[in-house]
């Protein structure tokens, strides 16, 4: 990039502008979807957002919108700014909604204590939500959610490490923002806390400990330093009492973090008597099955498909973007977040349009788009092509096939499992009748439920026990060692065939 030019990314889509260095926001940004709703007068508030990385100079018009300290974190009005140098900007206006849980003493059983407060946090790779208990009642006292602000380097695991490896203090970063939750939880209670829990996959354990992420950034991908990490509150210049324990429980294996941990523990695995499965499908897809028998876990690269973040027109589930796609008389129709113009796909959506593209015989078995152009028009003026449909069909592949491999090692068929909960934002969000429909999960639909945020729930259920039995043993299996993992994957490729269907084109 030259000198006289600066760049601009916007999160949590995580695009990115190269403009003029001194450009106005106002021309720059809106080329990528950001909206100024009054047009940039300054007066609706609309285009808020927030300096994640780099400056922006503080304008007339920022002084009457902000506070000093909404002013010292970083909040401009876009429609004033100036790109004088590179910046990462959070922007308001695409905010996802964070998935938290509800459930308090009733849904997360006995083993309370006696008195004191204690914070459950999901450490996820793009968003942050806590919940403090009462510890004597479970009840739920205070919810605070955030966008992780290690986004600024990166929307997935893989481009943390590299900056982490490249001198970016991370850990530094996401202690910060996670003492500001906590204080903001606690407010004035601070010196009540008996204990913190954090769960997270196997980068936020090692980034929020500080631990070296270098092992996870090769293969085999594996790191020695897996086990709870604990901390006092002055280890973290976190202004709690000297009592308090803060911990960041331990990961399963590999790239399987605490947040599959408290999954497991949220659904009851542990005491289960049927064989119960937990999926979290995401660019690293996670697998437990087990019952009170035992219980395996795996994990599984289904890359950023189910995000949409490979396919051409993809984007996160924010305004603009495809959710839901049905075929129905012969009609391909499609929902669109915020009702508005559709701008892109997201994770959902796109599971949703290739299952009903095989519905009506558009998409074939193989995957192949059936017709000349080899574009699957989904709703104007987005369309997908046969690179999208092959990314789809490696991340459900990569599910599938783990799936099947794990069972295999339990000894196990699919009709054994009774119950598969999809864990995650987009196990959350995606339509059951389609994972079935592109064979992403194999079994009948009474079986599969949402889990929510099942990290949360569990890292509550594990912080309400006293008891340190309450962690389950859990086995860790090695996909990639697994001697059949190659032919079970190419098996998976191929999406289930619609009976009504014709078999060729
Ligand atoms: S667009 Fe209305 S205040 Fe900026």
Redesign the pocket.
Known sequence: MSADKVRIRLEPLSVVVEVPRGEPL?SSISQLGF??????????????VRVLAGSVLVTE?DLS?FSPEELAHGWR????AHAETSIVLECVQWHMDVLTDDSGQSALKPGLRKHGLGIAIDLGTTTIAAQMLDLASGDILAVETDLNPQSAWGSDVMSRIRAALTGTDLTTIVRSKLQAIVLNLARGRELEIDEVVLVGNTVMHHLFAGLDVEPLSRAPFESALLGEQSFSPQELNWPLSSACRIRFLHCLGGFVGSDILAGIVAIGMPSADNLTALVDLGTNGEIAIGSRRGILCASTAAGPAFEAGTIRMGMRAVAGAISRVFYSNANMQATVIGDGEARGICGSGLVDAVAAGLQSGAILPSGRIANRTKIFPVCEPVVLDQADIRELQLAKAAIASGFRLLLKCLGASADDVQSIYLAGAFGNYVQIDSAIGIGLIEAPKTCIHAAGNAALRGAKALLLSKEESALPEIAHVSLAAEPNFQDEFVNCMTFPRMKHIPEAH
């Open positions: 106002l909206e100024f709703p009054c047009g940039g007068t300054g007066f609706c508030g609309g285009c808020k018009q919108a009005l876009a429609c004033q």
